[in-house]
């Protein structure tokens, strides 16, 4: 269910894929949160995203790829 994470790892948000590997490093967790949006342009639907702030403790959060105009 869960393809996409992002870590918080050495001051930066770290945005990963299973299958791909590491995708970008960000400076705050919006902006990883924001290139998953995009990344779930691909195939249109919205992604599960685990989140690891702190070592140990996940949440999921769910993004939508941006709207086309």
Known sequence: MFDLTVVARGGQWVLTDDAEGELGSFASRAEALEAAG????????????????????????????????
């Open 38 to 69: 995009v990344y779930a342009q691909v195939d249109a639907e919205p992604r599960h995203v685990l989140v690891q702030d702190t070592p140990g403790e996940w949440y999921e959060t769910v993004v939508e790829p941006p709207a086309l105009h």
